[in-house]
């Protein structure tokens, strides 16, 4: 069975602070996705990034950045020079290739950004 | 264009009426998703449809929760005589097609009474 594990409930930072939002995951499949998603207060879901298990590249997208080790089944997600407009909760996400096709979430961190 | 949209978007029911919850998904997808939402909880899946087939229904809590999506585009969540433990938000997802990225609505949040 799939799993994802978000360990941190809630962070809270002071703006222009760095974070790093941890995320570990369980799969029997060798193919599988990965994703991050932000809900702000307004509740609606938002989309950041999809990994496949076979793209092991760092990506970096403005001042956000993901580091994905398969050998921790590790997809950790970070923020450079935080904003208050990045407080959220922040989910990460799996889905897989033969298994079911919906996203199993973790239970989300909190982020706060003080100014 | 638009994205995926949710009807009501809040819905208060006493407990033991029937509720019907509607997704738009966005135009020219494929996969349409519903998940259940407990507060300060991840969403879980509930069922999802491939255009009108319901390929998994497995996250169904029970035999009160019935999902449908007859012409492949516009699903519905019915729960029948609700229960207490129904309150929490229903968000929809569709995406062009598994494992593509999914995009979600902003949800309907149910309160039973």
């Known amino acids: 069975a799939q799993k994802v594990t978000q360990a941190q409930t809630e962070i809270s930072v002071v703006e222009k602070e760095d974070v790093t939002l941890d995320c570990v995951y369980e799969t029997r499949d060798t193919t599988y996705y990965l994703f991050w998603y932000k809900q702000p207060p307004s509740g609606e879901l938002v989309f950041l990034i999809r990994?496949?298990?076979?793209?092991?590249q760092n990506e970096i997208s403005g001042r956000y950045s993901w580091n994905f080790q398969k050998s921790t089944s590790s997809f950790n997600f970070t923020i450079t020079a935080s904003q208050v407009v990045d407080s959220a909760v922040y989910f990460c996400?799996?889905?897989?290739?033969?298994?079911?096709?919906?996203?199993?979430f973790g239970s989300g961190t909190r982020l706060q950004v003080q100014p | 264009g638009a994205g995926v949209s949710q009807s009501p978007r809040y819905k208060v029911a006493k407990r033991g009426q029937d509720v019907a919850l509607r997704c738009d998904p966005i135009?020219?997808?494929?996969?349409l998703f519903w998940y259940q939402q407990a507060l300060g909880q991840g969403p879980e899946f509930l069922t999802y449809f491939q255009n009108e087939a319901q390929l998994d229904k497995s996250g169904l809590p029970s035999d009160r929760f019935f999902a449908e999506r007859p012409e492949g585009s516009v699903s519905t969540l019915k729960i029948q005589r609700t229960q207490q433990e129904d309150s929490a938000v229903y968000l929809c997802?569709?995406?062009?097609?598994?494992?593509?990225?999914?995009?979600f609505g902003p949800g309907t949040r149910l309160t039973v009474t």
């Open positions: 135009s020219g997808h494929v996969s």
């Open positions: 996400a799996l889905s897989e290739e033969a298994g079911r096709r919906a996203l199993t």
């Open positions: 990994r496949n298990s076979f793209d092991e």
């Open positions: 997802a569709s995406s062009l097609i598994t494992p593509h990225e999914q995009y």
